[in-house]
């Protein structure tokens, strides 16, 4: 089992920038893909940036390439999520996601464990 903690979000205007933490229990941390997703109300979950485990490689949903970087620190078991220029699109509910097989897929569907949520507001 692999349990989740995202912490980070909150109200910022247009152009600011925020973090967001995902904080991993588990031993094996390392070798899952990790992936940010987010969700609006009445939405389908969507694909935001996903870091693969062993080669490190890292994908972005066009809508947020350039603006926003994923990075992992294996030794404190943490996915970050920097947005920076945040827009009102932006506004959702940020959920971190981990795939234990490693497959680095942008479905949420592939994903076996997730987290809370963490709502991110960007005013105009």
């Known amino acids: 089992q692999v349990q989740l903690v995202e912490s980070g979000g909150g109200l910022v205007q247009a152009g600011d920038s925020l973090r967001l933490s995902c904080a991993a229990s588990?031993?094996?941390?390392?070798?899952?893909?990790m992936g940010w997703f987010r969700q609006t109300p009445g939405k389908e979950r969507e694909f935001v940036a996903l870091r693969m485990c062993y080669t490190g490689s890292k994908y972005y949903a066009d809508s947020v390439k350039g603006r926003f970087t994923i990075s992992r620190d294996n030794a404190k078991n943490t996915v970050y999520l920097q947005m920076n220029s945040l827009k009102p699109e932006d506004t959702a509910v940020y959920y971190c996601?981990?795939?234990?097989?490693?497959?680095?897929?942008?479905?949420?569907?592939?994903?076996?464990?997730w987290g809370q949520g963490t709502q991110v507001t960007v005013s105009s």
């Open positions: 996601a981990a795939d234990p097989k490693g497959r680095g897929s942008q479905w949420a569907d592939d994903y076996d464990y």
């Open positions: 588990g031993r094996t941390f390392s070798r899952y893909a």
